[in-house]
């Protein structure tokens, strides 16, 4: 027989199949639980310690957040990314602020009216802390000048000359009629006015000659008269032609007039206000501007002065937000406030917006409307600013899932940044859904740091689903969520506590409640070497714990505090847990914790309602019987099991396939099962029960049903680490427990999580007792070994496994079933599955 | 007292089918509030408008002098009853804005004729000029003949610009001078404007009196004001019109500047306002 290699790591020479090999003991009692030593700590209370500033464990990310906001190159905009709670919050805030104080004030940006497209508002920038005042000036001239320049035109200097206009215009028209008039009296003809314009009539006395009277007379009369008219009539046109003209001229000199008595006016004002800025150049700009507009349109300072006086009837008292007067405000929409001389230098610091609610129009900025007459109105004045203008010259800090949920937002957000401005347009004209006319502010330039924060699946996503993004981010803070469990780190950690619980306001902890709060972190994550960094539940504990001591009067907080706040947390989100327990100690649920069966086995799985997380048996069996090879996932089948799952059990296939009879073709067919699992199920933790579930089927060995196993294992028999296994040992220990614990019970899983054990100090507790026993297997050898209470079994040099020992039974069945099969393929000469007996 | 003099003063606004002079209405409203009278709107279909569109050659030529358009009868009726519409619905609005008693009346024949049929002895009469075909000169020569059975007249000539400057009564000395003046201060008063007073006096002496009446009738007015004119003329009055820019003029009809058209009518130009000519109690 040739040699077949033995998968399974060890040397099978060596091995030689030993039947006597020494069985596996469970795990020590220290193993099960790291405690913090309270005792190495040199306080007594947190007061004692100096609290950390920033976090600690993070020197990755926070060099990351460091280089990218120092770097001003484009495109180097960070994504904070790791859990909640991680305090990457505070921690950016802290070092984004700290840039930003030493760096130079941004500028200022205010919008001005565009006098000569008003739909078209012109962005001006501003040096840092001018805005404000410029606002104001410009506030004070039109003040002035709405009591200046009606002074002005009510001068007697103005007046003579308008009235000498004035007169010129009248004299004009009656001189013109004058002459008319006089010459068709010489014809007695008279010049009507009626209310369709002039008439010529012939007079008599002093009177229109009546109808009747005029068609007596003699024909030849009639027609000297008509004709007279007639020509009269010509002339009369021409001196009404010539009135419009006599009026466009009268405008003109009355034009040319009030220009120059309102530029006496603005003149002095505005170089008043020009002085004042005479260094910024946009300003200067846009003053000639201003003065130009003012003097042409002086006249709006007059009609709010005649509607004052208003005769015998005054208007309502004019509105100082007067419309008119609008066009010559300064919409501020980045104002720094007055700037603090440091050392000689003006200085305030770049600004960090924390935009907590990045919808489009906080984003972007907004141009609002006002109701006038039933119609939607806007103006420059009603230009507001978002988040990236507040922020511009500084840094921006986002909460990514937010701004990706906003409508519009992150599509605007990426098209701000890639352009360099900022272009106000709104919501509506985006979506093309509105199409009224609105403004068109000046884009302006866009120099911003963006932090987005977010989970890492965010980041992962936007990395490989939006090509923008890299180009956009480049710079990514990656917090981590735990720290290792060092005595350096321990010591930073306390300090951490110790600043949490200062910050907060809480009691100062104990040394003892130190270790307590450490060994919850570690367990936390997970993990008895490492401490969870996840400030956010850390600062819960600590507060929870602080309401528990405050309960029972203490000064400060004690370790038992600490332990009543994680079970008061715990039996809060518990109901679920013990609904679950109370169906299987009923056995509605069924697990059996005692005694033996062949083919069934516990196993183990986590429940998460939220942020609460439990464990809880589930009984998996397996069937097999003779066919073409197949282990069928009933959970696979129904679409129950996910591929991690399916996962699973392919490679335990394989091992099947690949560890035993490797000379007969695999006839196998064996179907695995969830019992009484009615929900998706995902994850290959159970691989290694579902394995020892079918070497039990296959071999005909029943599985003590005291144990609960879980592990993932992967082809060559090699049990490997899996998650959540505080929980997975803990729900299987409470219905152990609840039904009574005999000694025999207890837990396999792999000897690589066994640096994860944080238990309960309970479970603890019966271990110590001998009451429960935890097995950290390396093999599945060793798994079924402490299962059946049989060896397992290795290849002999004969290539055979010893007589007795499961990997021999299981290789026995599966020649059976091979050699059934080829009595039932020459039978048929096929490969159709013989209706063999299920074997077990 | 006689029963005539029981009524309620009025001012009259008469209007002839042509223009609809706002300035007018508005001076109308002005005065009415001031005197404390009703306002009395009269449109009168002019004679010489209906004479005119029946003749068959009659032509009417637009304002801009547009091309001449064929004038009938029908055309003419219809113009004039949507002006007196208009005219009608305008004064209604002053009326109500000032809270005045309002009556509104139609007659056909010449406007002149009609507002002295209407007019009584206490009544104000308020004119518009313009500045084509019916001037201030003729509106001073129809004035005269409507305030033969009136209180006084207003002739509105073509002011272009509202005008915000004080009241300005013009004292002669005579025995009209103290109604003169306190018409003006009720003026003065509706329209929360200073008064001065034009004085024209041969000597200091009689200036003097005449000052010293008008500080007597007008002592509840704070601001009151005296300019004298050395000499009487119609220039030297012309300027000082111009000068004081007044929002309205009280004057006596029988005045010595008001005595011939011609001069009336340069004076009133040269005011620039609304000038209120009383006739004399006496003369009633």
């Known amino acids: ?214 068609n007596e007379l003699p024909l ?168 990236l203008h507040r922020a511009n010259g500084g840094f921006l800090i986002l909460d990514a899932a937010r701004v990706l949920t906003e409508p519009l937002s992150w599509e605007a957000l990426k098209r701000s940044l890639r352009g360099g401005y900022i272009k106000i347009t709104s919501a509506g004209e985006q979506l093309s859904l509105v199409s009224t006319i609105s403004l068109e502010p000046d884009p302006i330039p866009l120099t911003v740091k963006v932090v987005l924060i977010g989970e890492r699946m965010l980041y992962y996503l936007l990395v490989s689903q939006d090509p923008d993004f890299r180009d956009l981010f480049k710079v990514e803070a990656d917090f981590d969520e735990v720290v290792e469990r060092t005595d350096d780190n321990t010591d930073l950690y306390a300090r951490l506590i110790a600043n949490i619980a200062k910050r907060e306001g809480l009691k100062p902890l104990s040394r003892e409640a130190v270790g307590a709060v450490m060994d919850e972190s570690a367990r936390l994550a997970d993990d008895a070497e490492r401490l969870s960094l996840r400030i956010g539940k850390l600062a819960d504990l600590l507060r929870e714990a602080h309401f528990w001591a405050g309960d029972a009067g203490h000064q400060v907080i004690e370790a038992e505090n600490v332990a009543q706040a994680v079970r008061k947390k715990t039996y809060r989100a518990d109901r679920i847990r013990e609904k679950s327990l109370e169906s299987i100690n009923r056995d509605i649920v069924l697990i059996d914790s005692t005694g033996e069966a062949v083919g069934q086995i516990n196993g183990l799985s986590v429940i998460s309602f939220g942020d609460f997380s439990f464990g809880r048996p589930t009984r998996i069996t397996a069937r097999v019987r003779m066919g073409t090879g197949k282990v069928v996932d009933i959970e696979r089948e129904v679409e129950l099991g996910g ?86 040992i803990e729900g299987f220990f409470d219905v152990c427990r609840l039904r009574g614990l005999t000694g025999d019970q207890g837990i396999l899983m792999p000897a690589s999580n066994a640096k994860h054990l944080m238990l309960r100090e309970d479970i603890v507790e019966a271990a110590r007792n001998e009451q429960f026993k935890i097995y950290a297997v390396e093999t599945i050898d060793q798994g079924i070994e402490v299962l059946t209470a049989m060896p397992a079994g290795e290849r002999g040099p004969d290539g055979e496994f010893p007589p007795d020992s499961i990997n021999a039974k299981v290789e026995a069945k599966l020649r059976a079933f091979a050699r059934a099969r080829r009595a039932y393929g020459g039978r048929d000469g096929d490969d159709r599955e013989a209706e063999a007996p299920e074997s077990s | ?167 300005v009564a013009i004292d002669d000395g005579d025995e009209t001078g103290r109604q003169t003046l306190r018409f003006a201060e009720r003026i003065a008063t509706t329209l929360d404007a200073p008064i001065s007073l034009l004085v024209i006096a041969g000597s200091d002496d009689k200036a003097s009196q005449i000052e010293a009446r008008a500080v007597e009738t007008l002592k509840n007015v704070k601001q009151l004001k005296f300019h004298r004119l050395a000499s009487w003329g119609a220039d030297e009055l012309e300027v000082a019109l111009q000068d004081l820019h007044p929002s309205f003029v009280v004057a006596d009809l029988e005045g010595e500047p008001f005595t011939d058209d011609e001069t009336a009518s340069a004076v009133i130009r040269a005011a620039g306002a609304p000038v209120l000519l009383i006739r004399p109690e006496k003369s009633i």
């Open chain 1, 643 to 728: 591929p991690l799952h399916s996962k699973g059990v392919l490679i335990l296939s394989s091992l099947l396939a690949t560890r035993y009879a490797l000379g007969e073709p695999m006839s196998l067919w064996a179907s695995l099962v969830f019992e009484q699992s009615y929900g998706g199920i995902d994850g290959d933790s159970a691989s290694s029960a579902e394995l020892y579930a079918l070497l039990s089927a296959l071999a005909d060995v029943p599985i003590k049903q005291s144990f609960a196993v879980t592990g993932s294992v992967n082809q060559f028999g090699e049990v490997q680490a899996i998650g959540g296994i505080n929980e997975k």
């Open chain 2, 1 to 167: 007292m006689p029963a005539e003099e029981n009524r309620k003063r009025r001012v009259l606004v008469g209007m002839g089918g042509c223009d609809i002079p706002d300035r007018m209405m508005r001076v109308a409203g002005e005065l009415a509030a001031a005197m404390n009278a009703e306002l009395y709107g009269l449109f009168v279909e002019e004679e010489y408008l209906l004479d005119l569109s029946g003749l068959p050659f009659a032509k009417t030529v637009g304002t801009s002098g547009q091309a001449p358009r064929a004038l009938t009868e029908q055309l003419m009726t219809d113009a004039l009853r949507s002006q007196a519409n208009l005219f009608r619905r305008s004064l209604s609005d002053i009326a109500q804005k000032a809270n005045l008693n309002l009556t509104f009346a139609r007659a056909r024949g010449r406007a002149a004729r009609e507002l002295l049929a209407v007019a009584r002895k206490q009544d104000f009469v308020v004119l518009q000029a313009t500045s084509t075909v019916f001037t201030v000169r003729d509106m001073m020569r129809a004035g005269r003949t409507v305030a033969a059975e009136a209180r006084g007249i207003v002739i509105c000539g073509q002011h272009r610009q509202a005008a915000s400057g004080p009241v």
């Open chain 1, 1 to 214: 027989m040739a040699r077949i290699p033995w998968p399974f790591g060890k040397d099978s020479e060596e091995s030689s199949g030993n039947m006597e090999k020494e069985m596996l003991n469970p795990l020590k009692v220290h193993e099960l639980r790291r405690r913090s030593d309270p005792q190495r700590f040199a306080f007594r209370t947190t007061d004692e310690l100096q609290p950390i500033e920033g976090l600690i464990g993070q020197e990755r990310a926070l060099e990351a957040v460091q280089f990218g906001t120092r770097i001003s190159s484009p495109g180097y905009n960070l994504f904070a990314l790791g859990s909640s709670g991680s305090g990457r919050h505070t921690a950016i805030r802290k070092l984004v602020e700290e840039t930003a104080a030493s760096a130079p004030a941004p500028d200022d940006w205010v919008y001005v009216n565009n006098f000569a497209d008003s739909h078209k508002p012109k962005a001006l920038r501003l040096p840092p802390g001018i805005a404000l005042h410029f606002r104001d000036a410009m506030q004070e001239l039109i003040e002035d000048l709405r009591t200046a320049i009606p002074a002005t035109f009510e001068s007697d200097e103005y007046r003579n000359q308008r009235r000498a206009i004035d007169q010129s215009l009248e004299d004009g028209h009656e001189s013109a009629f004058d002459d008319l008039r006089t010459r068709a009296e010489a014809e007695h003809i008279g010049i009507l006015r009626t209310p369709m314009g002039y008439a010529l009539a012939p007079m008599q006395d002093g009177n229109v000659i009546k109808p009747d009277i005029f």
């Open chain 1, 220 to 387: 030849e009369q009639r027609q000297i008269i008509e004709s007279k008219i007639a020509e009269l009539q010509k002339e009369l046109e021409e001196v009404l032609r010539r009135l419009p003209l006599i009026q466009k001229e009268h405008r003109a000199k009355l034009r040319a007039l009030n220009t120059e008595v309102a530029k006496l006016t603005v003149d002095v004002s505005i170089a008043e206000i020009s002085a004042k800025f005479s260094d910024v150049d946009t300003i200067q700009t846009y003053l000639a501007e201003a003065k130009t507009d003012l003097i042409t349109n002086a006249g709006i300072f007059l009609e709010s002065e005649q509607a004052e006086d208003g005769g015998a009837f005054p208007a309502a008292a004019l509105n100082p937000l007067d419309p008119k007067f609008r066009r010559y405000s300064v919409n501020v929409i980045v104002g720094s406030p007055e700037l603090a001389e440091d050392a000689g230098r003006r200085r305030l610091g770049a600004p960090v917006v924390f935009e907590e609610l990045p919808t489009y129009a906080n984003l972007l900025g907004r141009i609002e409307h006002i109701s006038q007459l039933g119609a939607l109105v806007t103006d420059f004045t009603l230009i507001k600013p978002g988040a």
